[in-house]
């Protein structure tokens, strides 16, 4: 498959394990963030949203947490299968004269070992 | 499946050269979005469309254009190719313009040689 980034954090975790993946931010107006997970070879793909008038949010076997404060997004990602293996981004969205275009976080690759 | 797709999967050109991308929102979809995903650069956005309209402009060279058709399809040409132009392209769609979610399609790969 194709890479999306060789000097990517990584993050190796056991079959089973949960997983942590954290991402700053940088903008304070952002009002509106994304998790995307791109496996190798496909196009990101939506895992879960938060606004930030919440702190969490949780999905299926996925939770993220929005600290505002420190400008500071997780995601959780609960017993983790191969099938996670892929690269994560976390994207903010400012306001822009009505557009809400994301900035793309660097990632983090995960790697799950069976 | 996204539901929007991009073609071609592959293409290789040489420097000088003009391509053109083409991608089909998911149906439904006015928002149109164009990426650019290399190794050491990440997503980057380039340009957004909403039902025709360019709507928002990012880090686009001017060796770039886009448009969006009346169709909703959208096609980005890249002319005078470069070796740095190599990269992934994503095509992403949205219902439209406000805090939703994003669709990608699968991409394509430029290969500038």
């Known amino acids: 498959g194709e890479s999306v980034g060789l000097h990517l954090p990584t993050l190796s975790v056991q079959e089973g394990d949960n997983s942590i993946i954290n991402c700053a931010y940088s903008?304070?107006?952002?009002?509106?963030f994304i998790w995307y997970k791109q496996e190798s070879g496909k196009g990101p793909q939506f895992i879960i949203d938060i606004r930030s008038n919440m702190d969490k949010r949780q999905g299926q076997r996925v939770t993220v947490l929005l600290n505002k404060t420190v400008k500071h997004l997780s995601l959780q990602i609960a017993a983790t299968q191969p099938g996670d293996s892929a690269v994560y981004f976390c994207?903010?969205?400012?306001?822009?004269?009505?557009?809400?275009?994301?900035?793309f976080g660097r990632g983090t690759s995960l790697i799950v070992h069976p | 499946d996204s539901g929007v797709t991009q073609t071609p999967k592959h293409l290789i050109t040489a420097t000088g050269q003009r391509v053109t991308l083409r991608c089909s929102p998911r149906?439904?979809?006015?928002?149109v979005y164009w990426y650019q995903q290399s190794l050491d650069q990440g997503l980057q956005f380039l340009i957004h469309y909403y039902n025709g309209e360019e709507r928002a402009k990012g880090n686009i060279l001017e060796r770039f254009s886009a448009q969006q058709f009346p169709d909703l399809h959208s096609e980005l040409n890249l002319s005078s190719l470069e070796l740095g132009d190599s990269a992934l392209y994503f095509c992403?769609?949205?219902?439209?313009?406000?805090?939703?979610?994003?669709?990608f399609g699968p991409g394509t790969r430029l290969t500038v040689l």
């Open positions: 149906s439904g979809d006015l928002s």
């Open positions: 994207a903010e969205n400012p306001t822009s004269g009505g557009s809400y275009i994301p900035t």
């Open positions: 992403a769609s949205s219902v439209d313009t406000g805090k939703n979610e994003q669709f």
């Open positions: 903008n304070s107006a952002s009002d509106y």
